[in-house]
């Protein structure tokens, strides 16, 4: 694997470096020797971040960290990898090009999955053309994080989230 590590606010010392290879270099066994990862180690005030990035052909597969330890991170980050790897191993190899990124032993093994997704509930509802400003309103109203709309000013399908700080997200499809 080949890593990309970089710093903000903080000093990418040889010790963070040689930890971050160490842990990170454990999930080897499932990608390819030219595989890169992507790491970035932030500090903001008392919280210490690692946020990695490993694009595959098709996919990409992430996982950010946060603690007051920067080493603990690092670790928390590494496992949660793991975990994603063994629960969509099916979903991320597929397609042959993906699985051009993957060691033959990780697309070969069958993984038990604990997690599976399963859709419970399904809704169906009227959309009619509204702002944006106007469908945070209605996703207010009905105390949910996030609401599918028809967007008055491109006639598109876009969906508003409620961000941290009381903040709101607009997604829009790129045509």
Known sequence: MK????????NVTEGL??????KIGKL?????A?????VTLSVEKDRQKIEV?????????????TSNDMYVSIDLVEEIIERQLK???NKITEREQAAAAFRREYIETDYYDEDEIKIVRSKKFDMKPMYPEDACVQMELLGHSFFVFINAETDLISVVYKRKGNTYGLIEPEC
Do not use: C, L, M, W
């Open 3 to 10: 890593f990309i590590i970089v710093g903000k606010n903080i």
């Open 17 to 22: 470096k040689s930890a971050v290879e160490d």
């Open 53 to 65: 990035t490993i694009p595959v052909k098709g996919n990409i597969i992430r996982s950010e960290q």
């Open 87 to 89: 629960k969509y191993k």
């Open 34 to 38: 030219d595989t890169e990862v992507h």
């Open 28 to 32: 080897e066994k499932y990608f390819t």
